[in-house]
């Protein structure tokens, strides 16, 4: 069974562009959540999402945002990008809300310049 | 405040040596999850082993066991008969409300032939 699969896996923009990155979670998971990785330091929590409704947001600001479709995948976009918004996005699946297995995918690898 | 504390930013280990990985909470909570991660260089998040708060057992996955004492707030990871292939960074979370999980800021790990 294939994995929590990310796309892209790499990517470069520029201050003040907008990023979509996008996550499909495990065959029969419903919930989807998003972290983004900064060098050095742990995941930090972004969104989750449970059948299609928002159920969490970390504290990150409004450029971020975030749905699920009804296949359960999932979109991330970060508007007017900072460099500093440059970070491993991870895409993390589970079965229920909470779950107690939860799965990452490789993450998107976004180089703000 | 910190929620997850892994005091040892690298550990060293002889291949086929167990090696233990520190890792403390803090929560008021009472119903919470613990989980262990592997980030290689690639960047992917492999879960590891999984313990809830109302586990009485220690969690055991294959090499990997759990050393979960409550009472001292502390979740430990124990990694047996260590292999070249264990080298990465390793991170300890807590699931507190339904959705977020936070992260530690990880410990590096390298195995030694």
């Known amino acids: 069974d294939a994995g929590v699969t990310q796309s892209p896996t790499h990517l470069i923009k520029t201050r003040g562009q907008q990023v979509t990155l996008r996550c499909s979670p495990i065959?029969?998971?419903?919930?989807v959540s998003w972290y983004q990785q900064v060098l050095g330091q742990g995941p930090q929590f972004i969104f989750q999402?449970?059948?299609?409704?928002?159920?969490g947001r970390g504290n990150f600001p409004d450029r971020f945002s975030a749905r699920q479709f009804p296949n359960y995948s999932s979109e991330l976009n970060v508007n007017a990008l900072l460099l500093g918004d440059s970070a491993l996005y991870l895409c993390a699946s589970s079965f229920g809300s909470p779950g107690n297995t939860i799965y990452f995918g490789e993450g998107s690898w976004l180089t703000v310049v | 405040a910190q929620k997850i504390t892994q005091t040892q930013p690298g550990m060293f280990v002889q291949e086929k040596e167990a090696v233990t990985l520190d890792c403390t909470y803090d929560t008021s909570d009472q119903s919470y999850g613990l989980f262990w991660y592997k980030q290689p260089s690639s960047g992917e998040m492999i879960f590891l082993i999984y313990?809830?708060?109302?586990?009485?057992q220690n969690a055991t996955e294959g090499r990997y066991s759990l050393n979960f004492q409550k009472a001292r707030k502390s979740a430990n990871l124990v990694i047996s008969a260590s292999q070249l292939g264990d080298s990465a960074m390793y991170f300890c979370a807590m699931r507190e409300a339904e959705y977020a999980l936070n992260f530690g800021k990880g410990t590096s790990l390298l195995v030694t032939p």
């Open positions: 065959s029969g998971h419903k919930s």
């Open positions: 999402y449970y059948e299609k409704e928002e159920r």
């Open positions: 313990q809830g708060s109302y586990d009485e």
